[in-house]
């Protein structure tokens, strides 16, 4: 299944990443995603669109955290959006356009404008993975920049709550996305 999680990421594929909290989030490669794979994101995801990067890509790009230390091991900076070639920064369009530039090693910080609606995440090096760490060592693995696009997945029997695993799986099949756990994919991309 491992090759068939990376193989899915490298294609601009999302797939589903467990987590440690027990719920799921939709992950796609920023260097690979597209304005449809950002809408999937948007549409069955909380919206809330979050791109994991390293600690030296946040310091290359001036992506200061929010506060010095976020919860679950990452630290929230602060939001972003392209500074050319976007509206209003909100539409799938946009936030693909932002999330690609995130993951792109020529950005420099004046290509991203501050605030914006797409926030980048510090991942932790070292310790135990939670899904930051976890979905970074994936797009790593599938060959690609360590910056996947993260969404958490909202439940469609609740739409008040996050999915749960189970419902994680059933959507999965639905949408014939590959899935996986924090502790399996960090296993499979070390």
Do not use: N, Y
């Not at 799921?24 to 979050?50: C, D, K, N, P, Y």
């Not at 939001?79 to 950005?107: F, H, K, M, Q, Y």
Request: hydrophobic content about 45%; aromatic content about 2%.
């Amino acid at each position: 299944m491992g090759t068939r999680v990376t193989t899915a990421l490298a294609a601009g594929r999302p797939v589903v990443v467990l987590d440690e909290h027990g719920t799921a989030e939709l992950v796609v490669a920023a260097q690979a995603v597209t304005t449809s794979a950002m809408a999937f994101l948007i549409r069955h995801g909380s919206g809330f669109v979050r791109v994991a990067l390293t600690g030296q890509a946040c310091d290359r790009l001036v992506l200061p955290p929010v506060t010095p230390l976020g919860p679950h091991r990452c630290a929230q900076a602060v939001a972003v959006d392209a500074a050319e070639g976007v509206s209003t920064g909100i539409s799938a369009a946009d936030r693909c356009r932002a999330a690609r530039l995130l993951a792109d090693p020529a950005t420099v910080p004046d290509d991203l404008r501050r605030p914006g609606h797409t926030v980048p995440l510090r991942a932790w090096a070292g310790g135990e993975p939670g899904v930051v760490e976890a979905s970074v060592e994936l797009a790593t693995a599938a060959g690609l920049s360590a910056a996947p696009v993260l969404c958490g997945l909202v439940s469609e029997r609740d739409p008040r709550r996050m999915a749960g695993a189970g419902e994680a799986a059933l959507f999965a099949r639905r949408h014939r996305l590959e899935i996986t756990g924090v502790a399996e994919s960090w296993r499979r991309a070390g």
